[in-house]
Structures are given as C-alpha cells and as structure tokens.
C-alpha cells in the first residue's frame, strides 16, 4: 500500500513531465521548403527574452519582434543601408499635391498563411484595428483621418495635417504589420499568427517558437525549412551553445567578450552601429537642475569616452546628438567637452554649492548601471555629489511617469525618421517629455518639421530644433551602441541590420 | 487515518485562503505598474487608459480580488497581462521542468547526503567526516550560477558531453530528457545535499547517543544490524522532515539555475511576472507553490507514521 502509493507519485510526476512542453514537439526538419527550393534545415536562433506576446500592434517587445520580423510583412520596408523606404506590400505609393492624400498600390498574387488573397481590406483592417483600440502602436497614425479599399489593390490613407514621415511610420517596424481581415476576431493573436511573412507559426512553447518556411511566400526566400527561436538568457550559455554547433545564431553576446569571439574561428561575429541611442536627462523642475548653467555643467562635467567605454566596452560610438553618423539625418553638433574646471566655474557662477543629484538607473538595462559609476566619479570631480538609485524597470518607470527623479539615465530604440527620435521628447506638451524640457522656439521648430514636406528643409529646421536641444541639455546624448550578433560559420546570407530587425528570409545553412 | 487527512485538507484549504488574500494585497502594494511597463517609455495617455480598462485595473481592488478569487475557485486563474495566455496553461506548460528539476535535483541530494552523513557521523572525528565537513560547506558556499556556469563549460564545451542547457520533455525522449537534467539536477542537487549531509550527521549522532543504541550493542547485536535497525531508522524522521522541505523549495523554482541552464521552469515564470508586474500569474504560482508546501507537509506527516510505528494519526 504504502510502496504502491510512492510508485504512484513517481508516475504521476512522470506523465506530467511528459505531458508539459508537448507544444514544442513539432520536428519541422526536413519538411517542404520554402518558395524558392528551400528544405536546408532548421535555423536555430538563441535570443536573449522570452517574447511577451505575438500580437504585433500590442507587443512593445523587442523580443517578440525578432520572431514578428519574420512572419509578418508591412506596407514598405527600410532599407538596411541608408533607411530610405522600399517595396513591400505595397508596390508603388503617390501623394496629392496638398500632401494630406497617399495613395499605396498593393502587391498582386500574395496569401496570407491561412490562404486566403491579400487585398485592400486587409490593409484598412489592420490600420483601424490599431487605431479603434488604442493599440500600442497607434500613435502613429495619429495624423490618419481615415483609410478606405479604393479598389482591391489600392488603399488611400487621407491626413489630417501633411505627414512626411509616413513611411516611416507606417514601415519603420512591424508593429504596423498587416493582419487579414477579422483576424482579431477569428484568432487569439497573442498566441497564433497569421501574416504574409516568409515564415509561418509552427509551435510554441515556453523558452522556444517554432517557424516553417511558407511556401506560398511572395519574395524570393525562404531557403531553410524553418526557424527555431530559443530563450537562452545566459551569455555563456548561448556561447557555448553556439560554439558546439547546438545553435547557429545568437544575439545574447556581452561587450566583453567581442574581442575573443573575433579570434574564434568557429563563430563569424559581426558589429554594425545602431540607430540607437542613450541618454542622460535631468529633471526641470526641481532645483537645482532648473538652472541652465547647472544643466550645462554636468553637460561640461561628464567624460563620454570614459562613460561609452566603461558601459559598452567600445562597441558604442560617442556621440552629442540622437542620430548616428551615417544617417541622412545625422546633424554634425558636438559642443561640449570633458572640461571639469569650466563645469566648476558653470556651477559657481550659477550659485550652487553643494549639488546633490539622485540618478536613476536600472538593472533592466546593465549599461545604466556601469555608466553611473563613471558618471558618479566625473561629476564629483566637478562638485556634484551623485548617488546612483538602482531600480528594477518597473519602479523606475513609475518614478519617471511621477517625475519623482533628479537624472536618469535610458535608451531609445530602433527609431528612423528624426519624428521618432525628437518630437515626442522635446515637445512642450510631448507624451514622453518626462524631463518637463519647454522651450517654444524648439517646440515650433520640430512641429514645423513634422509637417514640411521638403526634405532638405526638413533637414534644416530639424538640426536647428537639435542644437537647441543640445545647448539647453533636455537630453545629454551620450552614445550609439553597437549592434553585435554572432553566428556559425555555416550561416550565410544573413544581413546584419542597423535597426536590429533580425531577417532570415535570405538566410542559407551549410554553405 | 482518513479522518486525519480530511482535516488537514480543511486547514488547507483555509491557509490557501488567507495567502490568497496576503499575495494580492502584497502583488499590489508593489510599486510599478504592468500597464505603463507594458507600453515601455513610448507611453501614450489614450492607450495607457483603454489597456488599464481592458485589464480590470480601473476597478476598485476589492472587486478585482473577489472577481480573481471566484474565478480561481472554478479552475480559471485568469489571463497574462504579459503574453495574453490563461495563468493555469502558464503554469501546466512548465510544470514537468520543474517536477523533473526538484525530483533529479533531490535525488542527486540524498545520493550524496545519505552515505556522507552517516559516514561522517560513524566514524565521527576521522579523516572521512572532515572531508564531509569540507564537502558540504563548499557545496552550499559556492554560489549555483558559478557552479552552473562551470559545469557547462567544463561537460558542455571542452569535453562536450552533455547539452549546455535547454529542456526537453520526457515524452519527447527519455534519453534526451535525462541527458538535458544531468547538468541542472547536479548543480541544485550539490547544494541540497551539503545541507541534508548535516542534518544526517547530527540525526544520526543522536540516534548513536541513545539508550536504545547502546542496549542494541550491549544485547550483542552486530555494529552493521545497530545501525540499520536502531539508528538509521531512528535517524530518518529529522531527514525526511529536512528533505521534504527541500523538496517544497526547489518544487518553487530555482530560479538562477532555470536562468543558467534557460530552463524554463516555475521559477523563471514568477520571476518574470515579477519584473513585468504580471499580477495574474504572479498570484496564481504563488498560490501554487503555497499548495505544494503544504502537500508535502502532508506527505511528509504521513511518513512519520510509516517510520515511526509510534506515531499514529487515528
């Protein structure tokens, strides 16, 4: 009784072992290829978080975009080289004269992976999903009056004001991705996917999703079978896993390790630099970083080469603006220096004596973390006595909504157009103008370049906004990190992407 | 007997509710909020609102309980604010992970604790139970990710052996399955079993102390026969006491080891409810590891009676 009892729970713990994670049992090797041939295997990719959810207009997590980046398709596309926009769904786009009416023309012949056509519907679907339900991604298309099916192959997108970053908006990423038409309604999107992308949803489970190659797919990939996105959250892990041939991708590569990753010649690693950047900021409105002079000197103060190196290792170009060299944006603007004599002049002129600033950094993001110790050892230097506030993500953001913070330091990710990387910062009224930065000159520079439809004047009144920005410290820009991924050696075809849009369309194994 | 069991159920059931109560009022008092860390710092006003709504969060919290509690009593324990996926089916999909983890992890632990104890305490004082002391304290000292991390480079990469991590199923391959556990269930199980070692030595050197060890002896019986029927048997009930709470421990996630070997199991789960202020799921494993405590607890009483004729429940 009393052994039979025992045996029993062994069996009982055995079957429940057996039973769960059963949804990771779809083997896709060897099934059919892609659309042009494909069937070379299963890609196995490690990413660094699990993804939250893979509803593409309510997911804000880099994590599930790079499985959405394969699955998924937009209007138009960024060209990995120099961001201009380029065909996707959409074939070819016109605007009016008023620049308040686009007109896309859509891609003939295209099947979403539960077969049914691509057509106009699906576009004006998807865009009014997002905007009735105040989805994550619907404040861009805010500038959106309203968008009809002109006929089955041609969508008219009408504007409130003139928007000429709408390719931008709609095509940056695939948060804007197109659904079929009643998707939400005929599907739990946050566990299934039905999209135009190369790939199609095989299997999910925890730590790991599962793609096949779609073979009805309209581009020219895919040629793998399929792709396996792991969970492996620990660099070393995902390293050796890596070098053992178990994975044959991982972006989880500390900065640390980038030098003896290039001697190892059973890994390719490469590095491009991103579109992203990170930041200092200081609260306006509490004393004493509502003085300009205050602001300036913890500008004068700061040693970014010492900063970028202690935070990234040097995988990170310095840099005094948001938008990296490379860049049709990029606006060439960097006024400061390491300077602690004139930082201490700055303060004493101002009257300040004995500055005490709290900086806000998170574990979330380690390199907040390391740069605060540089930034703590810099500003003491100059007379600002800091003290470095670690909190999880969650508290810090709730401390930023509150205003409850002398400095912080974060990031902003994966932006194109100079729209993403300046206007809702820097604005009066901004909805992430957390640092409380009013000034109207700069206010009515980035709302007349939201707007203007010439690109060189675009340009133009978009780098008068910056130095503005820069001068008056809203932001103090301190870096672009490096994009760093590594990959087997039998991986070709894969491109790197400064967006960090992780593509596997064009991507062959056993090369 | 039964009548036993049936009361302690019912005090069960009363201690499931008043942590129920304790673990909502504790998952909101924390601050941070799911919907703004949701949105990252891209925040928006319009769609803060709709998502609080769509939620329940603009409720008052006393509904929000009552409407979590009915739910759960039926089975439901909600929806993720995170992935949008019912918290039970969470919660079932790693559930065999972690029931393999505590199970190889334990009986890795026994394996060392059991000899090395009992050598440790029958020839107390020799070289054996000095390398036993030694043995033990390294194992809890050394930290587990460290020990995780070197086991992996060591079996993973340069003999190349043993997977570096990763989970698979036992239906998916029995083979497979251990092969993937070796790693993980060693690296928790040595910890474990430096602190049951302990508790063995001392259990046991009692037991040796005792007036019925030394009539055993003094009636002639052989030192062999002494230990086996007198003092181990003596010896057990402390150990399955320590045991069962390991057990209830490691039944709660490990959540370095889950991390190190992204093995995903409960652990890795509540933590990241944790970090994203996923209320549903962080109530519904707290809830669950509160049941398996008090499970073994049971179990654990009930094996009392089977050691020790004299303890008896009726």
Redesign the interface.
Same mark, same amino acid.
């Given at each position: 009784m009393?052994t039979s009892r025992l045996v029993a729970l062994v069996a009982a713990?055995?079957f429940? +072992? /057996?039973? /769960?994670?059963?949804?990771?049992?779809v083997d896709v090797d060897g099934q059919g290829g892609g659309g042009s041939g494909g069937g070379g295997g299963t890609l196995i990719a490690a990413i660094s978080a !699990?993804p939250?959810?893979l509803?593409p207009h309510?997911t804000?997590a880099y994590a599930s975009f790079q499985v959405l980046e394969n699955v998924y398709d937009t209007l138009v596309v960024p060209n990995p080289e120099d961001f201009s926009f380029e065909p996707s769904l959409a074939t070819e786009w016109s605007t009016s004269s008023d620049e308040r009416t686009w007109t896309f023309q859509l891609r003939e012949g295209v099947k979403f992976h539960d077969g049914s056509a691509f057509d106009a519907a699906d576009v004006v679907y998807s865009f009014n999903r997002i905007i009735d339900? #105040? *989805?994550?991604t +619907? &404040?861009r298309l805010e500038a959106v009056r309203d968008i009809r099916a002109q006929d089955r192959n041609t969508v008219v997108v009408e504007l409130k004001q003139p928007a000429p970053n709408l390719l931008s908006l709609v095509g940056d990423y695939k948060g804007m991705s197109i659904l079929p038409e009643g998707a939400a309604d005929e599907h739990?999107l946050?566990?299934e996917a039905v999209g135009t992308g190369p790939f199609e949803l095989a299997a999910t /489970?925890?730590?790991s999703i599962e793609l096949t190659a779609n073979k009805n797919y309209w581009g020219e990939g895919p040629f793998v079978s399929g792709v396996e996105f792991?969970?492996? /959250? !620990?660099p070393?892990?995902a390293l050796?896993?890596l %070098?053992?041939g !178990?994975v044959h991708w991982t972006d989880n590569i500390p900065p640390q390790q980038i030098t003896s990753l290039e001697d190892d010649e059973s890994v390719t690693i490469e590095t491009v630099p991103s579109v992203d950047y990170w930041y200092m900021s200081m609260n306006f409105e509490r004393p004493p970083f509502d003085d300009p002079q205050v602001r300036e000197a913890v500008a004068y103060g700061l040693d970014r080469e010492a900063i970028t190196e202690t935070a990234k290792f040097g995988a990170a170009e310095v840099n005094q603006t948001a938008i990296p060299e490379g860049s049709r944006w990029y606006y060439d603007y960097a006024p400061y220096s390491h300077d602690p004599e004139r930082a201490r002049q700055l303060l004493q002129q101002s009257g300040t004596s004995n500055a005490q600033m709290g900086l806000m950094v998170t574990d !979330?993001y380690p390199e907040t973390v390391q740069a605060a110790q540089v930034i703590k050892a810099n500003l003491a230097e100059v007379g600002i006595n800091v003290s470095i506030q670690v909190e999880? &993500? +969650?508290?810090w *953001? #709730?401390r930023?909504?509150r205003g409850e913070y002398d400095a912080f330091m *974060?990031g902003?990710l994966g932006n194109i157009d100079p729209f993403g990387f300046y206007h +809702?910062q820097h604005t009066c009224s901004g %909805?992430?103008n957390y640092q409380n930065y009013c000034d109207q000159q700069t206010t009515r520079l980035l709302e007349q370049a939201a707007t203007e439809t010439d690109e060189d004047q675009r340009k133009e009144l978009y780098d008068q906004a910056v130095k503005r920005i820069v001068d008056d410290n809203s932001y103090i820009y301190l870096y672009n990190p490096d994009v760093v991924q590594a990959w087997a050696p039998d991986v070709s075809g894969y491109q790197i992407r400064p967006d960090r849009a992780i593509n596997f369309e064009t991507v062959k194994l056993g090369g | 007997m039964a009548g036993y069991v049936v009361r302690r159920t019912l005090q069960a059931v009363l201690v499931l509710f008043g942590v129920s109560v304790i673990v909502f009022a504790l998952v909101h008092l924390v601050p941070g909020d799911p919907i703004r860390l949701a949105l990252g710092t891209r925040f928006d006003p319009q769609t803060y609102e709709a998502l609080r709504e769509r939620a329940g969060l603009d409720q008052p919290l006393v509904v929000q309980y009552f409407d979590w509690i009915g739910s759960a009593l039926v089975g439901d324990l909600g929806v993720s604010f995170r992935s949008g996926e019912p918290v039970t089916l969470l919660i079932l999909e790693r559930l065999g992970a972690t029931l393999s983890l505590a199970l190889g992890a334990i009986i890795v632990a026994l394996v060392i604790a059991v000899p090395l104890g009992l050598v440790s305490a029958v020839k107390r004082r020799s070289p054996a139970d000095y390398f036993a002391t030694v043995v033990s304290q390294a194992g809890i000292s050394i930290p587990e990710f460290w020990m995780g991390i070197l086991l992996i480079l060591l079996f993973g990469l340069y003999l190349d052996i043993l997977p570096p991590g990763g989970y698979v199923p036992f239906g998916e391959g029995p083979g497979d399955w251990l092969l993937h556990l070796l790693l993980p269930a060693v690296t928790v199980g040595v910890v474990s079993g430096s602190i049951l070692t302990r508790f063995v030595r001392s259990s046991v050197l009692e037991a040796l102390g005792q007036d019925y060890t030394r009539t055993a002896r003094a009636k002639g019986l052989r030192e062999g026969l002494v230990l086996r029927r007198h003092v181990v048997r003596n010896a057990l009930v402390p150990v399955v006491t320590v045991t069962g709470v390991q057990l209830a421990y490691l039944l709660s996630g490990v959540v370095v080891v889950e991390v190190v070997f992204s093995w995903n199991g409960l652990g890795l789960l509540a933590l990241q409810a944790v970090e994203s202020r996923d209320y549903p799921v962080l109530q519904g494993a707290v809830l669950l590891f509160a049941f398996f405590f008090l499970l073994i607890n049971l179990l654990v009483d009930l094996l009392y009676a089977y050691l020790d004729p004299r303890i008896s429940y009726s």
């Amino acid at each position: 009784m009393r052994t039979s009892r025992l045996v029993a729970l062994v069996a009982a713990v055995m079957f429940a +072992a /057996s039973c /769960s994670g059963g949804g990771g049992g779809v083997d896709v090797d060897g099934q059919g290829g892609g659309g042009s041939g494909g069937g070379g295997g299963t890609l196995i990719a490690a990413i660094s978080a !699990e993804p939250d959810k893979l509803d593409p207009h309510a997911t804000t997590a880099y994590a599930s975009f790079q499985v959405l980046e394969n699955v998924y398709d937009t209007l138009v596309v960024p060209n990995p080289e120099d961001f201009s926009f380029e065909p996707s769904l959409a074939t070819e786009w016109s605007t009016s004269s008023d620049e308040r009416t686009w007109t896309f023309q859509l891609r003939e012949g295209v099947k979403f992976h539960d077969g049914s056509a691509f057509d106009a519907a699906d576009v004006v679907y998807s865009f009014n999903r997002i905007i009735d339900n #105040d *989805l994550a991604t +619907a &404040f861009r298309l805010e500038a959106v009056r309203d968008i009809r099916a002109q006929d089955r192959n041609t969508v008219v997108v009408e504007l409130k004001q003139p928007a000429p970053n709408l390719l931008s908006l709609v095509g940056d990423y695939k948060g804007m991705s197109i659904l079929p038409e009643g998707a939400a309604d005929e599907h739990n999107l946050n566990t299934e996917a039905v999209g135009t992308g190369p790939f199609e949803l095989a299997a999910t /489970s925890p730590g790991s999703i599962e793609l096949t190659a779609n073979k009805n797919y309209w581009g020219e990939g895919p040629f793998v079978s399929g792709v396996e996105f792991r969970v492996v /959250s !620990e660099p070393t892990t995902a390293l050796t896993q890596l %070098s053992t041939g !178990e994975v044959h991708w991982t972006d989880n590569i500390p900065p640390q390790q980038i030098t003896s990753l290039e001697d190892d010649e059973s890994v390719t690693i490469e590095t491009v630099p991103s579109v992203d950047y990170w930041y200092m900021s200081m609260n306006f409105e509490r004393p004493p970083f509502d003085d300009p002079q205050v602001r300036e000197a913890v500008a004068y103060g700061l040693d970014r080469e010492a900063i970028t190196e202690t935070a990234k290792f040097g995988a990170a170009e310095v840099n005094q603006t948001a938008i990296p060299e490379g860049s049709r944006w990029y606006y060439d603007y960097a006024p400061y220096s390491h300077d602690p004599e004139r930082a201490r002049q700055l303060l004493q002129q101002s009257g300040t004596s004995n500055a005490q600033m709290g900086l806000m950094v998170t574990d !979330e993001y380690p390199e907040t973390v390391q740069a605060a110790q540089v930034i703590k050892a810099n500003l003491a230097e100059v007379g600002i006595n800091v003290s470095i506030q670690v909190e999880d &993500f +969650a508290t810090w *953001l #709730d401390r930023q909504g509150r205003g409850e913070y002398d400095a912080f330091m *974060l990031g902003w990710l994966g932006n194109i157009d100079p729209f993403g990387f300046y206007h +809702a910062q820097h604005t009066c009224s901004g %909805s992430n103008n957390y640092q409380n930065y009013c000034d109207q000159q700069t206010t009515r520079l980035l709302e007349q370049a939201a707007t203007e439809t010439d690109e060189d004047q675009r340009k133009e009144l978009y780098d008068q906004a910056v130095k503005r920005i820069v001068d008056d410290n809203s932001y103090i820009y301190l870096y672009n990190p490096d994009v760093v991924q590594a990959w087997a050696p039998d991986v070709s075809g894969y491109q790197i992407r400064p967006d960090r849009a992780i593509n596997f369309e064009t991507v062959k194994l056993g090369g | 007997m039964a009548g036993y069991v049936v009361r302690r159920t019912l005090q069960a059931v009363l201690v499931l509710f008043g942590v129920s109560v304790i673990v909502f009022a504790l998952v909101h008092l924390v601050p941070g909020d799911p919907i703004r860390l949701a949105l990252g710092t891209r925040f928006d006003p319009q769609t803060y609102e709709a998502l609080r709504e769509r939620a329940g969060l603009d409720q008052p919290l006393v509904v929000q309980y009552f409407d979590w509690i009915g739910s759960a009593l039926v089975g439901d324990l909600g929806v993720s604010f995170r992935s949008g996926e019912p918290v039970t089916l969470l919660i079932l999909e790693r559930l065999g992970a972690t029931l393999s983890l505590a199970l190889g992890a334990i009986i890795v632990a026994l394996v060392i604790a059991v000899p090395l104890g009992l050598v440790s305490a029958v020839k107390r004082r020799s070289p054996a139970d000095y390398f036993a002391t030694v043995v033990s304290q390294a194992g809890i000292s050394i930290p587990e990710f460290w020990m995780g991390i070197l086991l992996i480079l060591l079996f993973g990469l340069y003999l190349d052996i043993l997977p570096p991590g990763g989970y698979v199923p036992f239906g998916e391959g029995p083979g497979d399955w251990l092969l993937h556990l070796l790693l993980p269930a060693v690296t928790v199980g040595v910890v474990s079993g430096s602190i049951l070692t302990r508790f063995v030595r001392s259990s046991v050197l009692e037991a040796l102390g005792q007036d019925y060890t030394r009539t055993a002896r003094a009636k002639g019986l052989r030192e062999g026969l002494v230990l086996r029927r007198h003092v181990v048997r003596n010896a057990l009930v402390p150990v399955v006491t320590v045991t069962g709470v390991q057990l209830a421990y490691l039944l709660s996630g490990v959540v370095v080891v889950e991390v190190v070997f992204s093995w995903n199991g409960l652990g890795l789960l509540a933590l990241q409810a944790v970090e994203s202020r996923d209320y549903p799921v962080l109530q519904g494993a707290v809830l669950l590891f509160a049941f398996f405590f008090l499970l073994i607890n049971l179990l654990v009483d009930l094996l009392y009676a089977y050691l020790d004729p004299r303890i008896s429940y009726s």
